[in-house]
């Protein structure tokens, strides 16, 4: 009689594989029979296989597939120290759709696995999700806890500018522009940094409500005149070039 077993490693993955030849087991009177060698996934293979699940979901437009961030969101719990496990918590960060379980991927990605300079990418996601205090926590943990010079920098950039999407009430500026000239100081090794701090500074100059950068020159006649002589008064900027 041929008998079957399998090994369910969590309530949402069922993985095993057959290996080689049946193996002869014994029935304690002298006989024996045969059954197949359950042989658990590691983690990789286990990462692969949800992967390779996802994708035959989505191809065939399963109504399943909201169900897989979570999957990965599982598979980095149960193997918090292994490498798959930044991985996992990435795909999370990057494809669910639910604001949550992002928050929670990032929250475990921070705790256990904050030593890793691929964290700057992970600063630019956080940097397009809606203003949120839990953002903007996470967006300071990652500035003030990594070792790396270049994630810390970028961490600040995205944090002045996930500040900056704030509603106009709660809009810090000042903290925005200090975090800002902070890059500008003190990241100045990094062009592209320093470029984009310089950029938003800039803005935040020509914003709605704010009084205009003063400008000089002359008019049609000749007549030097400054920005400010028109204060109070309807003023049209025709700004031209000739090249």
Same mark, same amino acid.
């Given at each position: 009689?041929?008998?079957?077993?399998?090994?369910?490693?969590?309530?949402?993955?069922?993985?095993?594989?057959?290996?080689?030849?049946?193996?002869?087991?014994?029935?304690?009177?002298?006989?024996?029979?045969?059954?197949?060698?359950?042989?658990?996934?590691?983690?990789?293979?286990?990462? !692969?296989?949800?992967? #390779?699940?996802? @994708?035959?979901?989505?191809? =065939?437009?399963?109504?399943?597939? /909201?169900?897989? +961030? $979570?999957?990965?969101?599982?598979?980095?719990? !149960?193997?918090?120290? #292994?490498?798959? @496990?930044?991985?996992?918590? =990435?795909?999370?960060?990057?494809? /669910?759709?639910? +604001? $949550?379980?992002?928050?929670?991927?990032?929250?475990?990605?921070?705790?256990?696995?904050?030593?890793?300079?691929?964290?700057?990418?992970?600063?630019?996601?956080?940097?397009?999700?809606?203003?949120?205090?839990?953002?903007?926590?996470?967006?300071?943990?990652?500035?003030?806890?990594?070792?790396?010079?270049?994630?810390?920098?970028?961490?600040?950039?995205?944090?002045?500018?996930?500040?900056?999407?704030?509603?106009?009430?709660?809009?810090?500026?000042?903290?925005?522009?200090?975090?800002?000239?902070?890059?500008?100081?003190?990241?100045?090794?990094?062009?592209?940094?320093?470029?984009?701090?310089?950029?938003?500074?800039?803005?935040?100059?020509?914003?709605?409500?704010?009084?205009?950068?003063?400008?000089?020159?002359?008019?049609?006649?000749?007549?030097?005149?400054?920005?400010?002589?028109?204060?109070?008064?309807?003023?049209?900027?025709?700004?031209?070039?000739?090249?």
């Amino acid at each position: 009689m041929r008998c079957f077993g399998f090994l369910i490693l969590s309530p949402l993955l069922l993985v095993g594989c057959y290996s080689g030849e049946p193996e002869a087991m014994s029935n304690g009177d002298g006989s024996s029979s045969s059954a197949e060698v359950v042989v658990a996934l590691t983690p990789a293979e286990q990462f !692969e296989k949800l992967n #390779d699940d996802y @994708a035959v979901a989505v191809r =065939n437009d399963a109504n399943d597939v /909201s169900i897989y +961030p $979570q999957k990965f969101l599982n598979l980095a719990k !149960e193997h918090p120290k #292994d490498r798959i @496990a930044f991985g996992a918590l =990435n795909w999370v960060i990057v494809m /669910s759709k639910d +604001p $949550q379980q992002k928050a929670e991927a990032v929250d475990q990605l921070l705790d256990k696995h904050i030593d890793q300079s691929a964290i700057a990418q992970i600063c630019e996601v956080i940097q397009r999700q809606p203003f949120s205090e839990r953002s903007k926590d996470q967006l300071t943990t990652i500035m003030e806890k990594s070792p790396h010079e270049s994630v810390r920098g970028m961490a600040a950039c995205a944090l002045a500018s996930h500040m900056a999407t704030a509603p106009a009430g709660d809009r810090k500026e000042q903290e925005i522009r200090d975090l800002y000239e902070m890059v500008i100081e003190q990241y100045g090794a990094n062009p592209q940094l320093v470029g984009r701090a310089k950029m938003a500074l800039a803005k935040m100059k020509f914003a709605i409500g704010k009084i205009a950068p003063e400008i000089s020159g002359s008019d049609l006649d000749g007549v030097a005149f400054k920005l400010s002589d028109y204060r109070g008064k309807v003023v049209v900027l025709d700004f031209w070039g000739d090249w």
